[in-house]
């Protein structure tokens, strides 16, 4: 049984489960446990009047340009009820420019901000758990989770001034979710929906099937159901003439009216079209090199004196070439906050320069099962390999041979968890012997189980042929970002060659890790393991279901596309993953906690028995870097998609305050 296997680092689950976070926080921050988070955003009716009556202030820059009569007075400007957010340390000042540097796509704004809009609901602070209300005022789930209805907050402008509606939530659904030339494959909480308009501000979504879950999606990625309609409509061909839309985009250098369309959508294109959002912050300008945001001067959050937030003015990133530029930018005191493409590595460099250059560093714990995920392709073509992928012993096998300890003193200072994948100890569907299985370092056990397969050394040179004879030419295919993978991945397959298994290993582009994963060609590959707190697992099991096909997971794409065409495409899994696929239907469907927590959890026991894919190192430290004039920033924090970065600690009240000279 895998409960047998234990890892020599993994006593501290069992004893810290509860506790395991703040430790690490605990030991970046000297020794000094960090202080609650007091941060709260809720309704307020003394601050609501006070807006109401104009009381609030607003940032000199905008106060400028409603005496020059170019933008409406702030009564105006906010919704009927404001949502007052109480910053975690004190109340701000305006202006002032977050200077940021990244690799890559410099229109995106993690770590400053959750995403480009605000969303209907969002989630639990500081640890994303439970659902709140944010620009909706009210959701009610009808008909046995077959309906949701949302009243939203009146008056809600998109940052150009248009008010915001239910037509938005609509025209989302019906032109760009239901369009198959935008969106090839409907998202399956979506499948069959319908909306309802009940008026401006009310409006229902209908599904065929329940779908208790879509709160959580809603929560996390909800900037995708919506857009402002009465922009978009300009670039559809539902209400425009497609021939001039080609026209449009063959005179813009862009392929043809879908891209064109999505180019404008998303902002993150050099052709800047000032769609309206509904976040902190809009874009203004961008090239090749810079972007720079500007306040969004209809956001429709104040603090709890009525001001409205944001507290700063500009954002700007600079692209620069790799992430090791990045590091040195930081640590010579260049950003004003970041933790976006740093690594666990970069920790000392930041630390011994952070006094000279005015910044600190806070150490993050990444929210992921396993920084590094290895995933076989148990839908490989070539049926040789399928056959060894699939053998549960070899999975096992080597997960049994690598010696976590080692890598975590290496690569993490010792200050992250080995363990197998699972979802982290905070989670309800957490169990201490899902993160013990197979993840003792046993390269004897990681032997005889090959030898058991047959999978023996012929010609003596220390590799470990197939029941062939033939070599097995295993190739591992990996683009690196966010944690530690080359070290992660150097280590490892060092590992597995001690118990006789070569794999080659091939850096590739993510690009290219997207193309070839999605039509399952490689075959091994990794990812880090996120989704696996509880606001994501449930809804999108990646590592454990074949319900996904992308760049991400590997494992089971075949699998994962008859699921997905309801049997028309792909392979039909064996009875053992259909059975990972009908637990979590019930988990998706049920209103009944404990019978999604037990579906849950019977997933999860199926990884630890069956390693589907293979966990090294989880909850790793995560540098992340705030210069001191940067005020509001919470010591203690999480760094990870499950929690959008920097969101859950309110950074529209971040402030800057520059540091008194002569002092």
């Not at 104009?54 to 409603?66: F, H, I, S, T």
């Not at 999978?455 to 070599?471: F, N, S």
Request: hydrophobic fraction near 35%; glycine fraction near 8%; include cysteine.
């Amino acid at each position: 049984m895998y409960t047998k296997h234990f890892s020599k680092g993994l006593a501290v689950i069992q004893t810290t489960v509860t506790l395991l976070l703040s430790v690490l926080l605990m030991i970046a921050c000297g020794g000094k446990a960090p202080e609650p988070h007091t941060g709260t955003a809720t309704e307020d009716t003394t601050v609501k009047a006070a807006a109401r009556k104009g009381q609030g202030r607003e940032a000199p820059m905008l106060d400028r340009l409603v005496s020059e009569g170019k933008l409406p007075p702030l009564i105006e400007r906010l919704p009927e009820s404001p949502l007052v957010v109480t910053p975690l340390g004190e109340i701000g000042t305006y202006g002032g420019t977050i200077r940021r540097a990244l690799t890559g796509d410099i229109a995106q704004v993690p770590g400053v901000q959750k995403s480009i809009a605000e969303l209907l609901v969002g989630f639990e602070r500081p640890f994303p758990k439970s659902i709140e209300p944010n620009l909706a005022e009210s959701y009610t789930f009808e008909d046995g989770g077959h309906s949701v209805v949302f009243k939203f907050r009146k008056a809600l402008k998109w940052s150009d001034g248009h008010p915001l509606t239910a037509e938005d939530f609509e025209f989302d659904l019906l032109y760009i979710e239901f369009n198959n030339q935008i969106t090839p494959v409907v998202t399956p909480m979506l499948q069959g929906a319908t909306l309802e308009i009940h008026d401006d501000y009310t409006f229902s979504y209908h599904f065929p099937e329940p779908q208790p879950l879509f709160l959580k999606k809603l929560a996390h990625s909800g900037d995708n159901y919506l857009a402002p309609a009465h922009f978009m409509r300009r670039y559809h061909p539902e209400f425009r003439d497609v021939e001039q839309l080609e026209a449009e985009a063959e005179e813009l250098g862009v392929e043809d009216w879908r891209r064109y369309f999505d180019v404008v959508n998303n902002t993150r294109d050099l052709l800047v079209f000032h769609r309206p959002v509904l976040s902190p912050y809009m874009i203004i300008d961008k090239s090749s090199t810079r972007s720079r945001f500007q306040r969004n001067p209809y956001y429709p959050k104040v603090d709890p004196v009525g001001n409205q937030l944001p507290y700063i003015d500009y954002i700007e990133t600079q692209k620069v070439e790799s992430a090791e530029i990045k590091a040195a930018k930081a640590s010579t005191g260049q950003v004003t906050f970041s933790g976006r493409q740093f690594m666990t590595a970069d920790i000392p460099l930041f630390k011994r320069f952070e006094k000279d250059n005015g910044y600190s560093t806070y150490i993050w714990p990444r929210p992921y099962g396993s920084d590094v995920v290895f995933q076989m392709n148990l839908t490989h073509p070539d049926e040789r390999l399928r056959r060894v992928f699939q053998d549960v012993r070899f999975r096992r096998a080597l997960s049994l041979a690598i010696d976590r300890d080692e890598i975590n003193d290496i690569v993490y200072f010792g200050r992250a968890v080995p363990r197998q994948l699972t979802v982290v100890p905070s989670s309800r569907y957490f169990e201490p012997e899902f993160a013990r299985a197979y993840a003792d370092f046993d390269p004897g056990q990681a032997r005889a189980l090959l030898d058991e397969m047959g999978l023996v050394d012929v010609d003596g040179d220390g590799v470990r042929e197939g029941t062939d004879g033939r070599p097995l030419n295993i190739t591992l295919e990996y683009t690196l970002g966010e944690t530690p993978k080359q070290q992660t991945v150097e280590l490892v397959t060092a590992h597995w060659v001690e118990v006789g298994v070569h794999v080659s290993r091939k850096r590739i582009s993510g690009a290219l890790q997207s193309t070839r994963a999605t039509a399952g060609l490689m075959d091994m590959a990794i990812w880090h393991a996120d989704r696996n707190a509880d606001i994501l697992f449930p809804i999108e099991p990646f590592w454990y279901v074949p319900m996904h096909v992308g760049q991400e997971p590997l494992l089971f794409s075949r699998w994962a596309r008859w699921y997905l065409s309801g049997g028309k495409k792909g392979w039909e899994p064996p009875p053992k993953v259909k059975q990972l696929i009908e637990w979590w239907e019930i988990l998706r469907r049920t209103e009944d906690m404990d019978e999604r927590v037990e579906m849950g959890k019977r997933i999860l026991r199926s990884q630890a028995e069956n390693v589907w894919s293979i966990g090294v190192i989880g909850l790793g430290p995560h540098p992340v870097v705030v210069k001191d004039e940067l005020k509001n920033v919470p010591r203690d924090g999480y760094w990870g998609w499950d929690s959008r970065w920097s969101w859950p600690y309110y950074p529209e009240t971040w402030y800057l305050q520059p540091e008194e000279s002569g002092s």
